[in-house]
Each structure stands twice: as C-alpha cells, then as structure tokens.
C-alpha cells in the first residue's frame, strides 16, 4: 500500500473557466496563508499559458490524500 498526496489549485482565467496546477507531496505543515499567497504570487508573475487566457483569479485549493493497494503486479 502506498499513499500520496496530492496538492491541487484551482485558478479562474479570463475566459471564465478553471485550471488547476497539481504539485505532488506538499509539505505536512503547509497553511492556507502560504497556499493563497503562492497563488498570488503565480497569478501576479503570469507565467503559465492557458487555452482561456491569464490566470486571473483563485478559485480553489485542495489537498488530495490517494491510498493505491496493489493487488497484482507482473
């Protein structure tokens, strides 16, 4: 059995849709202040290219705890 985590943020594009950035194993101590301000601060450097335009704004943030159970492997 192997557990991952998972940490998704949502952002909203100038087009009105959402895009998320997955970053896998975030820190066990990670805060919600740190979170929404390293989305600032990717909004603010525009660096991603997306179908619907800038990242304008923040939708949403999330950490996903996944469990895989093996039960076959060749």
């Known amino acids: 059995m192997a557990t991952t985590q998972t940490l998704q943020m949502r952002?909203?594009?100038q087009a009105g849709s959402r895009v998320?950035?997955?970053l896998?194993?975030?820190r066990d101590?990670?805060?919600?202040a740190e979170v929404t301000a390293a989305m600032d601060q990717i909004i603010?450097?525009?660096i991603f290219i997306t179908t619907g335009g800038d990242l304008v704004g923040?939708?949403?943030a999330q950490i996903i705890d996944r469990t895989v159970n093996v039960l076959y492997e060749a």
């Not at 101590?29 to 919600?32: G, K």
């Open 11 to 13: 952002f909203v594009t």
């Open 20 to 22: 998320t950035i997955s």
């Open 24 to 26: 896998d194993n975030p």
């Open 29 to 32: 101590d990670l805060t919600e």
């Open 44 to 46: 603010a450097s525009n």
């Open 58 to 60: 923040k939708d949403s």
